[in-house]
C-alpha cells in the first residue's frame, strides 16, 4: 500500500503536465527536425507495411500504411457496419450470432497473425471481442471477417488472441473470473470458493478453421494479457493475472494489496498429453461458431454444445505461477523465447525472467507454496533480472533484430528503450500522451523487422484541431533504425486503439482478391445475367433477383410488391473488374445499404408498412451514368 502511495505522488507532475496543456519539449520535434520525409511515402506509391490496428470500442478492425500512416480500410468485425452492410445484410447477420441472440457491438483489444515457424506468414489476422467473448479470424485476401467463434466459461475476453509459432493454437483467457458449470447464483462475495478463470485453446485448421480443443479451469483471478512461447520455450504460453487477492471488488484496497500478482505459465504440450490420455472433462455449454462461405457468399450460424476441460490443479504439472511485482498487465516474451518480460502497471522495475532459470526451478521444485493447488515458483529462482527505474507504468514490451526492447510507459508518458540481456536502459522518447500498447513490425515474433514503433495513446489533448469534448484517436510513429528513437508521424486512428500488428506488405499485396467469379458464385438467389433476374412470389415472401452493371439494375420497375410482405432484393454484381462494387439502398427502409462486390451477390430484407412507389439506387459512384443507376419498387395494400 505505501509502495503504491509513492508511486503516485511520483506520477501528480507528469498527469499535471496534461492538464495544464503545456508542451514538453519536442512536441513538435517532427516537422522541426524534417523527420517527416521519413514517413512520407509519394502519391501513387505503396506502403512497405500493412498496420492492423484494433478499433477498441468500435468494435472493429482497421488497416494503414506504415510508415504513411495512411488509412486504407475498416474491417468490420464484431460490431456492425451499415457502410457496407455488415451485421445488415441477410449473409452477414448470422456472423454477429450468439447464444444469446444477435449481438451487434463490441470491444476488440488484440490483434495477432498467423505464424509459421514463429514468423508471420500473412495468411490470416485475428482479433479479440472483450465484451461477449469471441474471437474473429479475418481472411487477409479479401480483409473480410471469415470466422468467429464464441468462448463459453469466459466473461470478457480481454487476453486474447495469442498464437503459437506454428498457428496450432490460438489462446485466450478470461478476464474476468465467474462462476462456472451449473450453480450460477451465487453470492458475488463468494468469489474465493466459486469463481474460477479459464483458458481456452482454440486450434486452427489447414484452412484456418476454428475449434475449442480444450480448456484450463484455473482459480479466480484477472487473466490480462499474454504471449506464446517461441523457440525454445515452443509448448508453453505466458499470461499475466492481478487480483491474485481474489477480491470481488477491485478498489486499489483490495485488488492492489499484494506486492505481487502472477505470471502463469503453462505447458500446453503437457496439456495435450492428458487430453490424449482422456484426462479431460466434458462439459454441456453453448456457443455460436460463423463461417463465411466463399462459396455462397453466406455466413452460417452453429450452436456447438461441448467443451472439454482440464482442471491443472489435479493434473499437476500444466500450469506454475510465478510472481510479478504489482498489476502485471503485458506479458511478452522475446524473440529467443528465452526472456519472458511482465510490467506491472504499479511496478516500480520491469522484470524479465528466464525460460531457462524456470525449467531448472520446476525441475529442482524451488516453490513457495501454491495458489489454488498450481505450484508458486519461487521469484528469484525464476528471474534473468531487474531493469531498476525504467519509467512509471510499464504496460507492453515489443522487441527488435538486435536484441533490444521497447516497453510503453503509461504514467511517464513515454517509450523506453533497454537491452534485453543486458537490462540496461538506452533511450527514451516521450510520447502525446499516456501510451497504451505500442508495435514494431513482427515485435512479438521470432522474427521482428524493426524499422519502427508505433505508440498508440490513451490521450491526445492538443494534438490536433479540437473536435467537441472528445479529440480523436491517435497513434505516433517512430523511426527506429537508429541508436535514438525519433518521433517521424501523428496519425489519427478508429475508435481506441490497443493492440496493433504490422507485416511486410510483400505477405499480402499480391494475394489480394481483385473479384469474385460469377461463373463459381454459388449463392442460392444468383442471377448469373440479367436474362436470369426475375420477381418470384412464395406466400407472402417476395423475392427478386436482382443484377447491376454499370449502369442499371435489372429489373429496376418492380410492380406486386403489397405491404407487409417480405421482400429480398439479392443483388448480384455482374461486373469482372477490380474496384466496381455497386451499392443498393431502398428509401425508408429500415436497414443498411448494400455494398456488393464484382461477382458477388448480397440480399437486403425489407418490410414496407406503406403504400407507395420507392425508389431505388446505386450509393457507390460507378460509373458517368452512377446517378442514372436507379428504379422503383411499387407497393400496393395488402
Ligand atoms: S490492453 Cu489496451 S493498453 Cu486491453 Cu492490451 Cu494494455
Ligand atoms: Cu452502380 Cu453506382
Not at 123 to 150: C, H, Q, Y
Not at 514 to 530: C, L, M, R, T, W
Request: some cysteine; glycine content about 8%.
Amino acid at each position: 500500500m505505501k509502495r503504491f502511495k509513492t508511486l503516485l505522488l511520483l506520477a501528480i507532475p507528469v498527469l499535471a503536465l496534461y492538464t495544464t496543456g503545456c508542451k514538453p519539449k519536442g512536441a513538435s520535434g517532427a516537422a522541426a527536425t524534417g523527420n517527416a520525409a521519413k514517413a512520407y511515402v509519394a502519391p501513387g506509391k505503396y506502403d512497405e507495411f500493412y498496420n492492423f490496428v484494433s478499433g477498441g470500442f468500435s468494435g472493429q478492425m482497421s488497416v494503414y500504411g506504415l510508415p504513411s500512416g495512411r488509412l486504407f480500410r475498416v474491417i468490420p468485425v464484431f460490431s456492425v457496419d451499415p457502410e457496407k452492410g455488415w451485421g445488415y445484410s441477410e449473409e452477414t447477420k448470422p456472423m454477429l450470432m450468439t447464444s444469446n441472440g444477435f449481438v451487434p457491438w463490441d470491444d476488440l483489444h488484440h490483434i495477432s497473425f498467423s505464424q509459421t515457424n514463429g514468423e508471420i506468414d500473412g495468411r490470416w489476422s485475428f482479433g479479440n471481442a472483450n465484451n461477449t467473448p469471441r474471437v474473429a479470424r479475418i481472411d487477409n485476401k479479401t480483409f473480410r471477417t471469415a470466422e468467429i467463434l464464441e468462448l463459453p466459461n469466459s466473461a470478457g475476453n480481454h487476453s486474447s488472441p495469442f498464437i503459437t509459432e506454428n498457428s496450432e493454437y490460438l489462446v485466450a483467457g478470461t478476464r474476468f473470473s465467474v462462476p462456472v458449470g451449473d450453480n450460477q447464483d451465487v453470492p458475488i462475495a463468494s468469489y474465493k470458493q466459486n469463481f474460477k478463470g479459464t483458458i481456452s485453446f482454440v486450434s486452427i485448421g489447414k484452412e484456418g478453421d476454428l475449434d475449442i480443443a480444450f480448456q484450463l479451469l484455473l482459480p479466480g483471478v484477472n487473466f490480462d494479457l499474454s504471449r506464446a512461447g517461441k523457440g525454445p520455450s515452443h509448448g508453453w504460453f505466458f499470461f499475466s493475472c492481478y487480483n491474485s487477492e481474489q477480491a470481488n471488488t477491485l478498489l486499489e484496497v483490495n485488488a492492489s494489496q499484494r506486492d505481487k500478482d502472477f505470471i502463469l505459465a503453462v505447458n500446453w504440450k503437457k496439456a495435450e498429453e492428458y487430453l490424449k490420455a482422456g484426462k479431460g472433462v466434458k462439459q454441456q455449454v453453448r456457443y455460436a461458431h460463423n463461417k463465411w462461405d466463399e462459396k455462397t457468399h453466406t455466413a452460417k450460424h452453429e450452436i456447438r454444445t461441448e467443451v472439454t476441460v482440464l482442471d491443472p490443479a489435479i493434473l499437476k504439472d500444466i500450469c506454475y505461477f510465478i510472481p510479478c511485482p504489482k498489476s502485471p498487465h503485458g506479458c511478452d516474451t522475446d524473440p529467443t523465447g528465452e526472456y519472458i518480460v511482465g510490467s506491472g502497471k504499479l511496478a516500480a522495475v520491469i522484470p524479465v525472467f528466464s525460460f531457462t532459470k524456470i525449467q531448472k526451478a520446476i525441475a529442482d521444485k524451488k516453490y513457495d507454496g501454491d495458489f489454488g493447488g498450481i505450484p508458486v515458483i519461487n521469484y528469484e529462482a525464476a528471474l534473468h533480472g531487474e531493469v531498476q527505474k525504467p519509467g512509471l507504468g510499464p504496460l507492453h514490451t515489443e522487441f527488435d533484430a538486435n536484441g533490444n526492447a521497447y516497453t510503453s510507459f503509461f504514467v511517464s508518458s513515454e517509450i523506453v528503450k533497454w537491452n534485453v540481456k543486458e537490462l540496461k536502459v538506452l533511450d527514451r522518447v516521450p510520447t502525446y500522451y499516456s501510451i497504451g500498447h505500442l508495435s514494431v513490425p513482427g515485435g512479438d515474433t521470432r522474427k521482428p523487422f524493426g524499422k519502427y514503433v508505433v505508440a498508440y495513446n490513451k490521450i491526445t489533448k492538443d494534438r490536433y484541431l479540437p473536435t467537441g469534448p472528445e479529440l480523436t484517436q491517435s497513434a505516433q510513429i517512430y523511426d527506429i533504425s537508429g541508436d535514438k528513437m525519433e518521433l517521424i508521424l501523428d496519425f489519427p486512428t478508429i475508435g481506441e486503439p490497443h493492440y496493433a500488428g504490422s507485416m511486410p506488405a510483400s505477405l499480402i499485396k499480391d494475394k489480394s482478391q481483385k473479384i469474385y467469379k460469377i461463373d463459381e458464385n454459388n449463392h442460392p438467389y444468383v442471377a448469373k445475367g440479367e436474362k436470369e433476374a426475375k420477381v418470384v412470389r412464395e406466400g407472402n415472401k417476395v423475392h427478386v433477383y436482382m443484377t447491376s452493371i454499370r449502369s442499371h439494375f435489372a429489373p429496376d420497375n418492380i410492380e406486386g410488391v403489397k405491404v407487409g410482405d417480405e421482400v429480398y432484393f439479392h443483388v448480384t454484381n455482374l461486373e469482372q473488374d477490380w474496384d466496381v462494387p455497386h451499392g443498393f439502398a431502398v428509401k425508408g427502409a429500415l436497414n443498411a445499404e448494400l455494398l456488393i462486390m464484382p461477382g458477388e451477390t448480397s440480399t437486403l430484407k425489407w418490410v414496407p408498412e406503406k403504400v407507395g412507389v420507392y425508389p431505388i439506387y446505386c450509393t457507390d459512384f460507378c460509373s458517368a451514368l452512377h446517378q442514372e443507376m436507379q428504379g422503383y419498387v411499387r407497393v400496393s395494400p395488402a
